[in-house]
């Protein structure tokens, strides 16, 4: 496999993660009704990114292959948690 090849694969690995937590970072204070505790869009996003390429590698190293729905599964749970964290409630 030569480096345009593993770069693509590796892309298309994270690309899950990158989505989800950017989606997280930018629709979450709009659905659920609150304000982010500190930090920009941006870095919430980098960060949940962070978050699920970890939970992308474990399903990886757990069920051996990629693509697998627990891993998804595992991926929304793990985004989700790592963005509850930045936000607040609203009255506060």
Known sequence: MGPFDFAN???NFVAPAVF???FLALT???VLGV???AGSWLGQGILNSLVGCCALAA???FFGNDG???T???????CS????AFLRPAGK
């Open 9 to 11: 694969h590796l892309l």
């Open 20 to 22: 989800v937590g950017f």
């Open 28 to 30: 979450a204070p709009v």
């Open 35 to 37: 304000r982010p505790r």
């Open 59 to 61: 399903g990886l190293w």
């Open 68 to 70: 697998k729905m627990g």
């Open 72 to 78: 998804y599964a595992g991926l929304l749970l793990a």
């Open 81 to 84: 948690l790592s963005q509850l």
